[in-house]
């Protein structure tokens, strides 16, 4: 995929950044887009890895599939992004790294966790989330998260 290309993007979603999805990552995509948020794991050792990859880090093996996630999971570390500003997207947001109950952290967006007031919940450390699941468009599907 080449750079961000403003005239390449759909209409619908003005300027938001959209993921690359390969071959390693397809399943991940297909999973949201049904409500899913799947989690990579090795046929061969049953280790779950994220971000996920063409080979498993313990065993090396190549032959993988997935489990779905309970969309469960606790906030590790968070940033507040203030600046520079982000294609599709009104500042600040709350970024987290999400430790899943599955045991694997992923970054995901915190929605309703907006710092300084307005009314919003207010990130901490060890807050539980969940996820949900925002609908782009026909081909993208991105995961957020809420407190649970
Ligand atoms: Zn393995």
């Known amino acids: 995929m ?27 995509w297909e999973g949201t887009a049904v409500g899913e948020l ?3 794991r090795c046929h061969d ?3 779950l890895r994220f971000p996920p990859g063409p080979s498993c880090p313990r065993c090396h093996s190549f032959d993988q599939g ?9 906030v590790f ?9 982000v294609p599709g997207k009104e500042l600040p947001i709350v970024i987290a790294l999400i430790d899943l109950d599955e045991g694997v952290r992923m970054v995901g967006e915190v929605a ?8 919003a919940e207010e990130i901490e450390i060890g807050m539980r989330l969940q996820v949900d699941f925002r609908r782009i468009d026909d081909d993208l599907t991105l995961p957020t998260w809420r407190k649970a």
């Open 66 to 74: 997935h489990v779905v996630a309970a969309g469960t999971g606790t």
């Open 112 to 119: 309703d966790a907006v710092p300084d007031g307005g009314g």
């Open 2 to 28: 080449s750079a961000p290309n403003p005239a390449a993007v759909p209409a619908a979603t003005p300027g938001i950044i959209r993921p690359m999805v390969g071959r390693d990552t397809a399943f991940f």
């Open 38 to 40: 799947r989690i990579q």
């Open 77 to 85: 570390s968070y940033v507040v992004h203030r600046h520079p500003p």
């Open 45 to 47: 050792c049953d280790a």
